[in-house]
T-cell receptor, first 113, second 111 residues
Framework: KAGVTQTPRYLIKTRGQQVTLSCSPISGHRSVSWYQQTPGQGLQFLFEYFSETQRNKGNFPGRFSGRQFSNSRSEMNVSTLELGDSALYLC????????????FGQGTRLTVV | GQQLNQSPQSMFIQEGEDVSMNCTSSSIFNTWLWYKQDPGEGPVLLIALYKAGELTSNGRLTAQFGITRKDSFLNISASIPSDVGIYFCAGQETSGSRLTFGEGTQLTVNP
């Protein structure tokens, strides 16, 4: 069974630009969550989608958004990028509605210059 | 918001030694998870705990869900060089699927 796939692996963007990251969950998993990982803040929850609906949202500004498609694939978008958005963005998928046993992808390393 | 305190922040041990790390929370969690992360990779799930008092093993790894639901520990026995990495605890609240992560324990194993 294929794991969680995130694309792209690496990305360099300029301040003010916008970016879209993609996540394909494990086959059969319907819950997808996104996390931001930085050296200073650690792993921070962004949002979670289940059956194309956002169920939970973390404390991030509205520049961070996401969506989920009918095949459970998910995208997250960051608009008007800031230097502080440089981070490893991780996607996790899980099968249950409760979201336990979350399995992570390799992440997308975003660098904002 | 919820906070998870993970300790120690780092450990330097000799190959063959046992290791113990723990997490404590200000609030109750319904589930505790332990992950290991290698540089440039995503966290890999090691052990999941679902019931207070539960003790679960995965090879040389053993983890326990505290009776109060506010803490968990992870033990690694007979450490080997490939155990090097950052270990994270994560707690799940009683509702929803949001995971709250500890700050991580950086483990270094000297051969």
């Amino acid at each position: 069974k294929a794991g969680v796939t995130q694309t792209p692996r690496y990305l360099i963007k300029t301040r003010g630009q916008q970016v879209t990251l993609s996540c394909s969950p494990i086959s059969g998993h319907r819950s997808v969550s996104w996390y931001q990982q930085t050296p200073g803040q650690g792993l921070q929850f962004l949002f979670e989608y289940f059956s194309e609906t956002q169920r939970n949202k973390g404390n991030f500004p509205g520049r961070f958004s996401g969506r989920q498609f009918s095949n459970s694939r998910s995208e997250m978008n960051v608009s008007t990028l800031e230097l502080g958005d440089s981070a490893l963005y991780l996607c996790a998928s899980s099968s249950h509605q409760s979201g336990t046993e979350a399995f992570f992808g390799q992440g997308t390393r975003l660098t904002v210059v | 918001g919820q906070q998870l305190n993970q300790s120690p922040q780092s450990m330097f041990i000799q190959e063959g030694e046992d290791v113990s790390m723990n997490c404590t929370s200000s609030s109750i969690f319904n589930t505790w998870l332990w992950y290991k992360q290698d540089p440039g990779e995503g966290p890999v799930l090691l052990i999941a705990l679902y019931k207070a008092g539960e003790l679960t093993s995965n090879g040389r790894l053993t983890a326990q869900f505290g009776i109060t639901r506010k803490d968990s520990f992870l033990n690694i026995s007979a450490s080997i060089p490939s155990d090097v990495g950052i270990y994270f605890c994560a707690g799940q609240e009683t509702s929803g699927s949001r995971l709250t992560f500890g700050e991580g324990t950086q483990l270094t194993v000297n051969p």
